[in-house]
């Protein structure tokens, strides 16, 4: 994710150099060289193009307003499990007691908290396409590391590790049934979160809609300048470009919006909540060293990162 408010404009219109590159080549040819070949009786109705684009523009706010709620959920999901991990641990915290087991108990509520530390970056690895067990050995023992390399969805293999060790605790009686309830209940909570994200990853969206939208926007840019034929080069081409350029922009922004988890700085910011999640859940843990190193891993604001 960009976190900086100066977007770079090279960095803007480098999503659409190539068809800016034909667009300007297109118009500059058609404008200095239409009176050369006598075409002027090639001519189009300026309102032809401007009806052409009106529909062109309700297209893409559809296609925009659809990206955004794909975004969006992503991050209203993203949201719950950053909640629903703090809960998770704060009821570990406040269930999980034994006055004779205490010393076994920390080591067993650090452990399962360092577990879900991982989950989360681990869910956002794998969301987009990266290594899901990459730095693995910072968090979980390598008993559990040679468990997860058996499982093609190591998130969901983390949750099973959090089940068992809460059938541990249980058994051991260090809660009751009513608590493991509780407790199974977020972790539920943090299955279907993940459910969810899985879902906005694997729903494409639909490629004749953005078939259609390409064909009217070359359309378009196809006949502008045929409408514009009665002003000079200098005032055509510039606003020929100008306007294909707004209208590829606006695609190319849903189109980034609808895949929030594709490691694009458009993405949602996966990796920075991870580290937030990791920083609260490390203090609850009483790892303050820890959690004031996890400080300096976050980036600060001013710079881009893609996260």
Same mark, same amino acid.
């Given at each position: 994710?960009?976190?900086? @408010?100066?977007?770079?404009?090279?960095?803007?219109?480098? @999503?659409?150099?190539?068809?800016? &590159?034909?667009?300007?080549?297109?118009?500059?040819?058609?404008?200095?060289?239409? @009176?050369? %070949?006598?075409?002027?009786?090639?001519?189009?109705? /300026?309102?032809?193009? =401007?009806?052409?684009?009106?529909?062109?523009?309700?297209?893409?706010?559809?296609?925009?307003?659809?990206?955004?709620?794909?975004?969006?959920?992503?991050?209203?999901?993203?949201?719950?499990?950053?909640?629903?991990?703090?809960?998770?641990?704060?009821?570990?915290?406040?269930?999980?007691?034994?006055?004779?087991?205490?010393?076994?108990?920390?080591?067993?509520?650090?452990?399962?908290?360092?577990?879900?530390?991982?989950?989360?970056?681990? /869910?956002?690895?794998?969301?987009?396409?990266?290594?899901?067990?990459?730095? =693995?050995?910072?968090?979980?023992?390598?008993?559990?590391?040679?468990? /997860?390399? *058996?499982?093609?969805?190591?998130?969901?293999?983390? %949750?099973?590790?959090?089940?068992?060790?809460?059938?541990?605790?249980?058994?051991?009686?260090?809660?009751?049934?009513?608590?493991?309830?509780?407790?199974?209940?977020?972790?539920?909570?943090?299955?279907?979160?993940?459910?969810?994200?899985?879902?906005?990853? @694997?729903? &494409?969206?639909?490629?004749?809609?953005?078939?259609?939208?390409?064909?009217?926007?070359?359309? #378009?840019?196809?006949? %502008?300048? #045929?409408?514009?034929?009665?002003?000079?080069?200098?005032?055509?081409?510039?606003?020929?470009?100008?306007?294909?350029? =707004? #209208?590829?922009?606006?695609?190319?922004?849903?189109?980034?919006?609808?895949?929030?988890?594709?490691? *694009?700085?458009?993405?949602?910011?996966?990796?920075?909540?991870?580290?937030?999640?990791?920083?609260? %859940?490390?203090?609850?843990?009483?790892?303050?060293?820890?959690?004031?190193?996890?400080?300096?891993? &976050?980036?600060?604001?001013?710079?881009?990162?893609?996260?």
């Amino acid at each position: 994710m960009l976190l900086k @408010k100066g977007i770079p404009w090279p960095y803007v219109l480098g @999503k659409i150099r190539i068809e800016m &590159v034909i667009i300007t080549i297109y118009s500059t040819l058609f404008g200095l060289f239409h @009176k050369d %070949l006598n075409l002027h009786h090639i001519a189009i109705p /300026l309102t032809v193009p =401007a009806i052409l684009g009106t529909i062109i523009s309700l297209l893409l706010a559809f296609r925009s307003n659809q990206a955004y709620d794909r975004w969006w959920e992503a991050r209203i999901v993203w949201g719950s499990i950053v909640n629903d991990s703090r809960t998770l641990i704060r009821q570990m915290q406040c269930f999980v007691k034994d006055p004779d087991f205490s010393v076994q108990i920390n080591s067993f509520l650090e452990r399962f908290g360092r577990r879900q530390i991982f989950w989360t970056h681990s /869910l956002g690895q794998s969301l987009r396409g990266q290594g899901a067990l990459k730095h =693995a050995s910072a968090f979980i023992p390598e008993d559990e590391i040679q468990f /997860l390399r *058996k499982h093609t969805n190591v998130p969901n293999a983390i %949750l099973s590790l959090h089940a068992r060790d809460l059938r541990h605790a249980l058994n051991q009686e260090w809660l009751n049934t009513y608590q493991q309830v509780e407790i199974n209940q977020t972790i539920t909570k943090l299955c279907d979160a993940m459910g969810k994200c899985e879902r906005i990853k @694997k729903t &494409v969206f639909p490629t004749t809609y953005s078939l259609y939208i390409h064909f009217a926007l070359y359309l #378009f840019m196809t006949l %502008l300048p #045929f409408g514009m034929t009665e002003y000079p080069a200098f005032i055509q081409i510039p606003l020929v470009i100008t306007m294909a350029a =707004a #209208f590829l922009l606006i695609e190319k922004m849903a189109i980034h919006l609808q895949d929030p988890f594709e490691n *694009k700085p458009t993405d949602t910011p996966v990796t920075a909540i991870a580290l937030t999640i990791g920083q609260d %859940l490390r203090e609850m843990l009483d790892d303050y060293e820890a959690a004031e190193k996890q400080k300096e891993i &976050v980036p600060q604001e001013g710079a881009y990162y893609l996260l």
